[in-house]
């Protein structure tokens, strides 16, 4: 994606969605638009509350629950729901931050004037993300 003249991005990590929502909220009342949160993983699947909640949910594995890919009977090749279950993240022994980008898996994206990123950055950094 090309940006216009004049114009400039940044990207943030957050170790929470709580704490990256309360910057999507603050970066909106500051008058920024061009604010969007993403979860980031690098399986390629989306976490579903539904499926990915231990307690009573439908997830069908505990690769499901913990790797936020409650849906792996939607990845059509066996070997790679065995893959992901035998990832470290589902075995218990990851590191802190095991493969999450940036050290946080909430990305939050603001397209904004280029003079105003440096604001952007500073509310950013207030709630406790990583530029």
Do not use: N, W
């Amino acid at each position: 994606m090309e940006l216009p003249p004049g114009e400039g991005s940044l990207l943030a990590y957050f170790p929470s969605s709580r704490r990256a929502e309360a910057a999507v909220a603050a970066l909106k009342a500051a008058g920024f638009t061009e604010v969007q949160l993403d979860r980031v993983s690098r399986y390629g699947v989306v976490s579903d509350e539904e499926y990915d909640v231990a307690p009573g949910g439908l997830g069908v594995s505990l690769a499901g629950l913990v790797t936020y890919g409650g849906d792996l009977d939607r990845v059509p090749d066996p070997s790679a729901r065995v893959l992901l279950g035998a990832d470290p993240a589902a075995s218990g022994m990851a590191a802190h931050d095991y493969g999450l980008a940036g050290g946080g898996a909430f990305l939050v994206t603001v397209v904004a004037p280029a003079e105003d990123i440096p604001r952007a950055a500073a509310i950013v950094k207030e709630h406790g993300g990583t530029v």
